[in-house]
């Protein structure tokens, strides 16, 4: 029996924002997907500093922001794994759920670019495609080894590190975030000053 086309949303989610929900929504119509599964970073090993906000939180923050979109499943794998986050040990977990599935990786353009640099990359190529979501300002060249298409989407000139610093500086995140991750990002007080 065939498998699924399954993606691969993985972040920090420090806040999840309005950026990483047209990534979602123009992925799930331009790859074709079965289902996207979002996973929340536990420790993101390329980024220098820790995560503003503590896991549970942001688990909770990308479940609202993502969990009322169909075909996508919000996954605490990460988390509860531990340690540090590499792709190719999300990827090889999810495939010993499901052999038979083909598993799209879903980046950033930024992100894309770095590629080459991955914990076992050359693994993660002979595993994985990619769906590269474009950036604002950045050119997308991911290395030759894997396969890759850019997400067809208009570009979102929005960062969770320019949300954040909104955030402390006190201004009101409507816009910035969906609804629902707004309601915890208050009702919690994360990211203020």
Same mark, same amino acid.
């Given at each position: 029996?065939?498998?699924r086309t399954r993606g691969l949303f993985g972040g920090t989610f420090d806040p999840p924002h309005a950026g990483h929900v047209a990534a979602v929504r123009a992925t799930l119509a331009d790859a074709a997907l079965d289902e996207l599964v979002v996973t929340v970073a536990a420790d993101p090993w390329l980024k220098g500093d820790p995560p503003s906000a503590p896991g549970w939180a942001r688990?909770?923050?990308? &479940?609202? =922001?993502?969990?009322? $979109?169909? #075909?996508?499943? %919000?996954?605490?794998?990460?988390?509860? #794994?531990?340690?540090?986050?590499? !792709?190719?040990? !999300?990827? +090889?977990?999810?495939?010993? +759920?499901? /052999?038979?599935?083909?598993?799209?990786?879903?980046?950033? =353009?930024?992100?894309?670019?770095?590629?080459?640099?991955?914990?076992?990359?050359?693994?993660?190529?002979?595993?994985? +495609? $990619?769906?590269?979501?474009? #950036?604002?300002? %950045? &050119?997308?060249?991911?290395?030759? +080894?894997?396969? =890759?298409?850019?997400?067809?989407?208009?570009?979102?000139?929005?960062?969770? !590190?320019?949300?954040?610093?909104?955030? &402390?500086?006190?201004?009101?995140?409507?816009?910035?975030? /969906? &609804?629902?991750?707004?309601?915890? %990002?208050? =009702?919690?007080?994360?990211?203020?000053?």
């Open positions: 029996m065939a498998g688990l909770a923050m990308a &479940e609202a =922001a993502f969990s009322s $979109i169909d #075909r996508v499943v %919000v996954s605490d794998l990460e988390l509860r #794994r531990g340690g540090p986050t590499y !792709t190719i040990d !999300t990827v +090889e977990a999810l495939l010993a +759920e499901a /052999p038979g599935d083909r598993i799209v990786v879903v980046l950033g =353009a930024d992100a894309a670019a770095s590629l080459g640099s991955w914990h076992r990359a050359g693994d993660l190529a002979a595993l994985v +495609e $990619i769906a590269v979501v474009p #950036r604002p300002g %950045v &050119e997308a060249t991911p290395p030759e +080894e894997f396969s =890759a298409h850019m997400v067809l989407m208009e570009e979102v000139d929005l960062s969770s !590190t320019s949300v954040r610093a909104a955030l &402390e500086r006190g201004e009101d995140p409507r816009g910035l975030l /969906p &609804e629902a991750v707004v309601r915890l %990002v208050l =009702a919690h007080r994360l990211y203020a000053q």
